[in-house]
């Protein structure tokens, strides 16, 4: 395995950030002013840098087989100059197509998806307090100027939402994927809307229930324990949101959730559906490991689907697009100041 080491000194030569490395023999490679350490105690997992696969480098960590020591900036610079090309894993094939349509749907179930969420969201509500803002919007924020910290962008996005569902007094409002609800209680307390909110997170579904006694909101403010699948439409709602929510339907379910939508939304409401979707027109997952990584540790079930693909399953769903925003760059900010956020309080979070 000796071999690995003249093509990794190579590699490490051209990464933006140098970086010192402890071989599992015990010998190191040090650049001058190393600013990321990796250490190795298998070959294996070295053999998994020198061939770019980042998703595997990052499993080796959470496993204890790689040690990683620097800034987070740092390391994702160095993670975006190890990636190959595009990170994006794209098959258009008709078998994959059927495979990859078979997999979503027994992906999943109401069972399943329940699973999922309370596996990502119900880690620790005090660990997601570390980092996110005192709302806990778990969701790209909105810097309508540039001045705003995380918390105000975050109020910011929520006015966006609501202004633009043109939210009224007195209306019948419904947000699937409520979170912790920030968004349902911004729209009750700003717009005096009647807001029912849904989750499958047992730890968002307590937290909000509690905010709302504190609030004095029980009278028309609620949030259900359930799926959006067992929703009735004999109560239409007039406004409908889902932020950050679509990209655990799967796939194989788009139609089907976009119909439900359709079905809970009285004639001529207003639906907002905000969520991540690909660059990529057949993404199937990210390359060099990092989509089996991500559904491993992070977002079980998770599927990200390109804007056109979501534009098709609502119209053919009977919803009409009147308005597309592309909140890219507010995003990666938000991510930043996540990112940030976390590393400056890593000891507690540990």
């Not at 402890?22 to 002013?33: E, N």
């Not at 809307?193 to 504190?214: C, F, M, P, Y």
């Not at 959006?228 to 889902?242: G, T, V, W």
Request: one cysteine or more; glycine letters at 10%; aromatic letters at 8%.
């Amino acid at each position: 395995m000796l071999s690995l080491v003249p093509k990794i000194e190579s590699q490490l030569a051209s990464l933006p950030v140098p970086v010192s490395l402890q071989l599992p023999d015990g010998a190191r490679i040090d650049l001058p002013g190393a600013r990321v350490r990796l250490s190795f105690s298998s070959w294996t997992s070295l053999a998994k840098l020198a061939q770019q696969q980042v998703g595997g480098i990052g499993e080796d960590y959470v496993e204890g087989r790689v040690g990683i020591e620097g800034a987070m900036r740092d390391l994702m610079a160095l993670a975006a100059a190890l990636v190959p090309g595009k990170p994006i894993e794209s098959n258009s094939g008709w078998w994959t197509r059927l495979l990859h349509n078979a997999k979503s749907r027994g992906t999943h179930t109401q069972r399943k998806d329940a699973e999922q969420i309370q596996f990502h969201y119900d880690v620790s509500d005090d660990f997601y307090a570390l980092w996110l803002d005192p709302r806990r919007v778990y969701s790209c924020a909105y810097f309508r100027t540039p001045e705003l910290d995380l918390a105000g962008a975050q109020e910011a996005k929520l006015d966006h939402i609501c202004r633009k569902l043109m939210l009224q007094p007195g209306e019948r409002y419904l947000d699937i994927g409520s979170g912790w609800g920030g968004l349902l209680l911004w729209a009750a307390e700003h717009y005096g809307v009647d807001a029912t909110g849904i989750t499958l997170s047992k730890n968002q579904h307590a937290h909000v229930t509690r905010l709302i006694e504190e609030k004095g909101l029980a009278g028309r403010v609620r949030v259900r324990l359930m799926d959006y699948r067992e929703l009735k439409a004999d109560q239409p709602f007039d406004k409908i949101s889902s932020v950050g929510m679509f990209e655990h339907v799967g796939s194989a379910n788009m139609g089907e959730y976009f119909r439900d939508v359709h079905a809970l939304l009285r004639p001529g409401g207003l639906t907002l559906q905000h969520g991540i979707t690909s660059g990529h027109l057949d993404h199937k997952q990210m390359g060099a490991g990092m989509g089996d990584f991500i559904e491993k540790y992070i977002f079980p079930g998770g599927e990200i689907l390109h804007v056109t693909r979501i534009l098709t399953e609502t119209a053919a769903a009977g919803l009409e697009m009147v308005d597309t925003e592309n909140l890219r760059p507010h995003y990666a900010r938000t991510l930043w100041a996540w990112s940030d956020a976390l590393e400056a309080r890593l000891d507690e979070a540990r």
